[in-house]
Structures are given as C-alpha cells and as structure tokens.
C-alpha cells in the first residue's frame, strides 16, 4: 500500500515498552503481570492474529519484573509465537480437558516469581479476563504465597501513549478509510438497500489497503438515523436519508475508528444546520487540544455547541490496537493529555426524538496541540444522488 | 441473497431456548443464569451488533428461572435491544467511573431472584466472563444472600444443539464461502502477493453475500505451509506452493469455518497424496457421523487416516454463533451426537517438519447420520496458474 510503514516493529520498540511496564511495576511492587486477552498479549509480543475469534483456548503471558516475558500459550500458536522476538515459549496441547494450561502456568509462575510475589492483571474498566472462572479459580489455589492482584493500571498507562511507530500504523489505517469514503458515491444513491452498501463499503475498505473491516456499523433514516451500533438494514436508501458509515479498519493490526455522513438526494435545513454544529463541534475540541489538557476539557468543548447537550453520552474516545480505548471525552475522565494519545472526536446530536447524527474524527496529540489522523470531512454535507 | 433465509427469527425461537434453559435449570437448582458475552445474549435476545468490538461497556443478561430475560446494559444499546423481544430492558449512562452498571444489575438482581437463590454463570472450557474483575469482585459482595456459582454447563448443552433455523443460517454462510472458493482462481495465481490474495478473496466473500467477513488465515509455501492461524505475509505465491485459505464468513448471525487448498502450478506426488489422505480422512469422519457417535469416535476414524497421526491436535469442532464452538474432536471429547449438531471436520497432516496441509468441511447432524453443510471440496487439489 503506497506510503504505509513496514510490518511489525523492530525489537527495540517491545524492548522499550517492556522497560515502561517494569519500571511501573517496580513503583508498584509487582512481581510480574499476567496477560490473557489480544491486545495485552500483543502488546508485549508482536504476536498477530485473527485466530482469537475462536473462544476455544486461552493464552497466557507472563511480564516478570525483570527478564523477559514468556508466553504459555496452546501448541497450535508455537510457530507463529515462534516468530516473535520471545525467547522463552511453553506449550501445552490445547483444548486438555483435564488441565487447560493451569499446571504448566502455575509451573512457570513458581520459577519466574520469587514467594510472596504480587501478580497485576487487568482488572479496571475496558478491561476482562479471558480464561474460564473455573481455572481461574485453580490458578489461584495453585499460587501458594504468591497472590493475584490488580495492575494498578498499568497496561491503561502503556497504552494510552502511542509510540511513533504506533502512530505511523494508525495513519495508515486511517488513509484507507478516507479514501474508501471518498468512493462512497461510487456505491451508494437512493434505491440502494443499506446492507448491499455496507457490504460494498467493505470491499472498497479492502481495495483501498484493510487488512481486514473490523467494525462497521451505521445508519440511514429520513433527516437522521436511529443509532449508531447497528447492522444493516435491507431497507433501501430513499431521498431526503442521511447516511452515515463508522468504520474500523485494521491495517497491521491497528484500528481507525471514524465516520462520515451523507446526504441522499439534498439535505434539510435542519440536517444542514446540524451538520455545520458537529463541524463545529470537533473543530473546538480540535483547536483546544493539547498536552495538559485533559479529556473532559475536549468533552466540554464539544458539548458546548450541541443544542440540547449530549445527553451523557461520551464525545470520543482512545484508539490504537483496538477500536476503542481509554479514554473517554465524559465530564468525568480527568485523563491528561500527553503528546502520543490518539483520539476521536464523535460529537452527536438528536435532531428530533429516535433521530441522530454522529460525526467522528481521528487525531493524535502532539508536542504542542493536536494533527489530524483522518483527513478531516468535507465543510458541506457530501450529497449523494439527486 | 439467493436463497437465504429471512434475517432474524421469530420470537418463537428464542421462547423455545428460554423454556429449554429454565427446564435446565430447575434441574440443576438454578434461581438465574448471569450472562456477559456476545453469543450468550445474542443467544437469548437476538441482539446482533459488530459493536462488541469495543472493549468499554459492559452488559448484562439476566434469565431468571421464572419469566422472561432482563437486560441491564448501556443506554447506548436501548434503541437497538428496543427491537429485540425482551421487555424489559434497563440502562445505565455507561462509562460510569462511579459504577458502571453494577449498582442497577445489584439492583435487578435484588428484585427478580430470590434470597438464597444461585445464580449460575458459563465457566467452563471455551468461555469467560466479560467485565472488569474488580467490577466482578463489587457485584458479589452487592449480592447478599445470594450467590454467583457455575451455570452447570447449561450454555453449552443449549448451545450444541442447534434449531433448524440456525442450520439454515449456518448453511448460508456456508453458501457464501462456497461461491467465494469456487472464484479464487480469479485473485491467485504465481507471483500474486498472499496479502493480495487474502484481501480480494474478503472481497469475494463480501460479493458473494457475507455481511462481513469475522475471520482469514491461510498460509501457502513450497509443498505445505507452517501454520493455519497466520495473517497474510507479503510473499508472492510461487510454482510449487500449495496456499490454503480458511475463513469464517458470518451471515446474519452465524459463521462458516472451512478451508480450501489450491495448487499452484503442479503440485508434487507427495502434495497430492497428502490431499488424497486428508479427504479419506473427513470422508471416514462423515461416514461415522450420527446420533449416538460421539465426538471421540470421530477424531479417531479421521486420525487413523493420517500418516503420524494428529500430533494431538483437534480434528475439528463445533460451529455457530461463533466461529468455534463446543465440542472438539479430541480422544478426550465423549459428547454424545445428536440431530442438530453443527461440526466442522478438520483433519491435518505434516507432510515434513515445519510444512502442513490441513482441510476442513462443515456438517450437520442429521436423525441417521450427516449432511454437508459446505459443497465437499473437489476431489483433486484444483490448481492456479500453470
């Protein structure tokens, strides 16, 4: 794909995130972390697939406080694990009926952490475990003095500052979207049933550089739509809709996560007016952003030109190794801006009960205020058809 | 789509699973289930969004032993859940740093179940529980005299049986995939960058019918792969390789998984006894499938056709909501077949240290044995380019 970063990530950047993670664990007398969901794993390994769409099996990574992580994870994934710059690699022949990997982890767990060691797992908000309760119940009786206990944060602190690296990958994902949205009009016009849409969306999102279309949702409904999280419809677009695409494509494993609105035949006034209040919206939470700032400023920003309030819902949000991330644009997000954090920026408005319109962009913090990712929407309403 | 079935089921569906699980339950002295994950709501309200994409909100289903489900989610899911059959649903505005949601379901709780009651929770292979562990640890001390325990295996033994409108959705999707394979010689061929390939063959599916496409790994190298769970590399295809696509596409709900092997150019005598052992081997499996075989007797009409045998993995899999499901064909698997039962079968083989060919179909169990759910691969490796 013209001007996308190179795959994966040198060594040095996995070193560099280890040697955050074991100085935060260090302030807070952790022993290791312990690991078990996609991004987490990903986050210390490299390690890339889409194999966790199957529920079948659980992975575990250990992230002592010092030395390197090892994985103890199901045969099936040795020789992709193989591949990463992991050294120490413990398998066991998964689905086991009997012991699904808790011998081998608590095995490993009594070698790499001294007696009376404090493991941090995810435990806060955005965040699961991702093994049966039952083992994770026998994992806890086959401790001995070593205790399981919160991450105090840690893996949300890591995450929330990107890299340059990372940002360079988020662009990327976000250069296929805009130019998959620029081709909407290739696909959609009135008489077109919104699901055929979505799927031809999809595809334009592949030939533009997706890896894959990790998320797409989206509506269309006269003069606005009725939410933001659902599926297609076969009901076809009809004049006078406004269409409105949310996607998150992943290109090496990093999501955008934005939209864009259409107007389907010519707009209302009152679609218009609605539309230049979401611009304006994001354009104030845009020019205010910046280091020391913090997310609920960028939420106040936005809800200030929202006639009516955002009736408590949240304004954005993070972005990164998966589509949404800390933190939340909400009155109570505190979160300090850094140079790094990337975020949307999803004002959304009720035109009139049950009818909506969302608008999202995507922007990265930088030294001194804030660039777009996503190549910022058009000033007036795109119009298709009519 | 042609020929699919209608979106969506009628509410009949979901009042014959309820009536299924609340008989479960009383057997297993159940007050409730507590459900967390996508499928197990899906499961019980029909509730179909890519939304669960994002990691930040929780949400809750409860299925007391008397009545109907409650939801307990995000307002962001009412207008969508609003759709669904449930009545009663609650909402809070989530994120809620203060509580997210665990006050309301206390709450809920408190209401619909019992004191003393046990409210039962899937915590067994292939599931876990979607909230945040501290969140967990906050909702059991809100319970009083009640208590969270195992849901007794209840979610599998609903879920392993499916209607026959679920068939025809599984059949769907199949149908997709199917039409899909048949056109890869259209996007492969030597010198074709794998990446490509895994880009338009999405497309293809996409094309094809599937409303996304939630899963792709594959792998093609000189005689064999080294794995079936790999993204695409940047390789180009090469004379001599055999590549192999295997993809879940989801259709209004439910997923295929099957693969495909493709030779390019000549394959060698070895590839294509390796092909020939493959197919005697999914051959055997589906001539044993019936009710009353179980998932044991399966892996091992399969594993006596594989030279070296199956190095202890699985040989295939259940298949529905999700991409993989209860049970595996493992030695250690003794669930009994019954008419209804959706499987993929799966054998695999290691032609030499590092290269494999693996091959997959998808079935149903039928009153007397099994009918394909995908059109049986052809019986000589196809072959691109050459």
Redesign the interface.
């Known amino acids: 794909m013209t001007g996308a970063p190179p795959?994966g990530f040198p060594e040095a950047e996995f070193r560099a995130r280890l040697a955050r993670a074991q100085a935060l664990m260090a302030e807070e007398g952790l022993a290791a972390l312990f690991l078990t969901t996609e991004p987490e794993i990903r986050y210390f390994t490299g390690y890339?697939?889409?194999?966790w769409?199957?529920?079948?099996r659980p992975w575990f990574l250990l992230v002592p406080a010092t030395g390197d992580p090892v994985a103890v994870i199901p045969?099936?994934?040795a020789?992709?694990m193989g591949q990463s710059w992991l050294s120490d690699i413990r398998t066991w022949?998964s689905?086991?009926?009997?012991d699904?990997g808790i011998g081998l982890l608590a095995e490993t767990i009594a070698e790499l952490i001294p007696a009376g060691g404090h493991i941090g797992?995810?435990?806060?908000?955005?965040?699961?475990?991702?093994?049966?309760?039952?083992d994770w119940g026998r994992l806890q009786n086959a401790l001995g003095s070593r205790q399981m206990t919160?991450d105090a944060g840690i893996l949300r602190r890591l995450r929330l500052v990107k890299s340059q690296a990372e940002i360079d990958k988020i662009r990327a994902a976000c250069a296929v979207a805009d130019r998959a949205f620029t081709r909407v009009p290739e696909i959609a016009a009135p008489r077109e049933p919104l699901?055929r849409v979505?799927?031809?969306f999809?595809?334009l999102c592949?030939?533009e550089?997706?890896?894959?279309?990790?998320?797409?949702?989206g509506g269309a409904g006269p003069g606005g739509y009725?939410?933001?999280?659902?599926?297609?419809s076969?009901r076809p677009l009809a004049e006078g809709d406004v269409l409105m695409l949310d996607t998150?494509v992943v290109r090496d494993g990093y999501y955008c996560d934005f939209d864009r609105n259409y107007a389907v035949g010519a707009p209302t006034p009152e679609v218009e007016t609605a539309y230049a209040r979401l611009l304006a919206a994001s354009d104030a939470a845009f020019d205010l952003a910046a280091p020391g700032r913090t997310a609920a400023e960028l939420f106040h920003a936005m809800d200030a030109h929202l006639p009516g309030g955002a009736g408590?819902?949240?304004l954005g949000?993070g972005l990164g190794m998966?589509?949404?991330?800390w933190p939340?644009l909400?009155p109570?997000?505190e979160t300090v801006l850094e140079p790094g954090m990337v975020l949307t920026l999803e004002p959304g408005i009720e035109l009139t009960p049950?009818r909506i319109m969302v608008h999202e962009e995507n922007v990265v913090i930088t030294e001194t205020g804030a660039d777009y990712l996503s190549t910022p929407a058009p000033r007036t309403l795109p119009r298709l058809g009519g």
């Open positions: 795959r890339l697939t889409r194999f769409e199957s529920p079948t045969a099936i994934g020789h992709l022949q689905p086991d009926y009997a699904d797992t995810p435990s806060g908000h955005e965040t699961h475990l991702r093994m049966p309760l039952a919160s699901e979505f799927r031809r999809q595809a592949l030939e550089g997706a890896d894959w279309v990790g998320y797409l949702a009725g939410d933001v999280i659902s599926p297609a076969e998150g408590g819902g949240r949000h998966q589509l949404t991330e939340s909400i109570a997000d049950g």
